[in-house]
């Protein structure tokens, strides 16, 4: 079975965003595992008329052969806390459409909201984010992240966060943790204080 992955864009009130950054993930991935790329463009009138109002996600599923496009009414999931969970052998370096590492791992979420995901004791990423913590010395997002995410990539350039090793025994040193991703920007204030996360042990 040919291995497929995923992309999601944020579209509000018909704007595209972040477009350019997509595409060039997109043909990195394509190039990485099958050496070639595919033409690809996603413009402002290719917008169903029923999603041009409002916030939009776009989920794009492709593989060298094949590409297919849905779009969705979107809201913020509510987080309200998050299990840390350790695995050393997860491995997202590449938007793959099968989540089943994740799915595996949230199982074990207890009764919180997401897991925030530990590998090697160096703190990553949640199921479905990158991660910003945030103390009195700034905003800071772990070197150790499982996925290179868009939006990092976008504050990192914009220096409006810092790249940071963060180790699981470092988190007390932070009071709340925001969730980024292409559809949820730091402004967006879907955070969490850190009291909210829930460590078993150290």
């Known amino acids: 079975m040919k291995q497929s992955f995923s992309e999601v864009i944020k579209i509000c009130n018909g704007k595209i965003f972040n477009l350019p950054a997509h595409i060039e993930r997109m043909n990195f991935t394509l190039q990485s595992f099958f050496g070639s790329t595919i033409p690809f463009s996603l413009k402002n009138e290719d917008i169903p008329l029923e999603f041009r109002e409002g916030l939009v996600k776009c989920r794009i599923v492709y593989s060298l052969d094949s590409l297919s496009i849905e779009y969705y009414h979107y809201k913020f999931r509510e987080i309200n806390s998050l299990k840390v969970i350790h695995n050393n052998s997860i491995d997202y370096s590449f938007k793959y459409a099968d989540r089943t590492a994740f799915e595996k791992l949230m199982a074990q979420k207890e009764n919180c909201d997401d897991i925030l995901v530990v590998k090697n004791g160096f703190v990553t990423d949640t199921s479905f984010t ?4 945030e103390s009195d010395k700034g905003l800071f997002t772990p070197s150790t992240y499982l996925l290179p995410g868009t939006k990092r990539q976008t504050l990192l350039k914009e220096r409006v966060i810092k790249e940071k090793v ?12 925001y969730l980024i991703n292409a559809m949820m920007d730091i402004t967006d204030n879907i955070s969490i204080p850190i009291s909210r996360l829930k460590i078993d042990s150290l």
């Open 130 to 133: 990158n991660v910003v913590f």
């Open 166 to 177: 963060i180790r699981i025994e470092d988190i007390e040193d932070y009071r709340k943790l």
